[in-house]
């Protein structure tokens, strides 16, 4: 019986795994008092009181207590770390059969969402500048929604939509102070329009202003995934696309995880499909990301 127990609790301590605790100032749990500082913490009355009694007494004589800056007391506070999870999501032709996928791996996820009161916010690459469609909300089903009603827009614009991502997690991080930002890019990394000017295509301005957004995330410190289609059989390891990826990689001090992928035709059209082993192995690595620290 005893051993029974034990081994439901290892499996619900696994289950219940959270991220790291952050020291917070303005919201959490109270857990200690520190030495009050202004707009860093907030002021604990009663604990304040109790130090000034301790160091001076009580003057009777005079019905008062005499309190010095020094004997201020602030809260430090205990929370667990949330992430605001920013989608920024490429509906151009080329990536836009990829979304479905996608969605499923967001689905897989929903659960370590709720358990850390994650919130999530979307943006769409189409047309000629990115579009927020849900600032960040704890209701993923929106989201999903979302998701579902996109529809193909043919260009690009991923300098736009990386830079309004930072904006969204300067304000998220801004709101919730002791949580993190962290965004994840699904696209090919084909940025738009081109002008057709330049004998190099990474001399293209959408190209240059997609490269300058990237080095900002290292910057802010704010994480990024990369989340790259790769289609089965015809790697495009030479192609513009998979350099650019690199290069926003090594800019962001992100990562990219690759949606191994095999394309099917029929007379319905084309379908997109993916091994349940490499499908297990993106939600496990996102998962991975949730908990790392920085």
Request: charged share 25%; proline share 3%.
């Amino acid at each position: 019986m005893i051993k029974k127990s034990r081994r439901r609790i290892g499996i619900s301590s696994r289950r219940t795994r959270r991220r790291n605790s952050t020291f917070s100032s303005f919201c959490g749990r109270n857990i200690r008092f520190i030495n009050y500082r202004k707009d860093e913490n907030i002021l604990a009355p009663v604990s304040t009181i109790k130090n000034a009694i301790f160091k001076r007494g009580l003057d009777f004589s005079k019905n008062r207590l005499k309190i010095n800056s020094s004997d201020f007391k602030g809260w430090q506070r205990l929370e667990f770390e949330s992430i605001t999870l920013i989608l920024l999501i490429d509906v151009s032709s080329s990536t836009f059969l990829y979304i479905d996928i996608f969605s499923k791996i967001l689905q897989s996820l929903v659960s370590y969402f709720n358990k850390n009161k994650d919130r999530i916010g979307l943006i769409s690459l189409q047309g000629k500048q990115a579009r927020i469609l849900n600032h960040p909300t704890h209701n993923y089903r929106v989201i999903l929604k979302s998701l579902k009603k996109l529809e193909i827009h043919g260009q690009t614009p991923l300098a736009d939509g990386l830079i309004k991502s930072l904006s969204m997690a300067k304000i998220e991080r801004y709101k919730n102070q002791g949580s993190k930002s962290m965004v994840i890019l699904l696209s090919d990394c084909y940025p738009e329009p081109i002008t057709g000017k330049y004998g190099n295509i990474f001399d293209e301005p959408a190209y240059i202003d997609a490269m300058n957004a990237a080095s900002l995330f290292k910057k802010k410190k704010v994480s990024l995934i990369l989340v790259k289609p790769t289609d089965l059989g015809s790697e495009k390891k030479a192609k513009p696309g998979e350099k650019l990826a690199q290069i926003i990689c090594e800019r962001s001090g992100g990562k990219i995880l690759r949606l191994k992928t095999v394309k099917q035709f029929s007379t319905k059209g084309v379908t997109i499909s993916m091994a349940r082993i490499d499908f297990q192995n993106v939600v496990k690595s996102i998962e991975e990301s949730f908990f790392a620290k920085g």
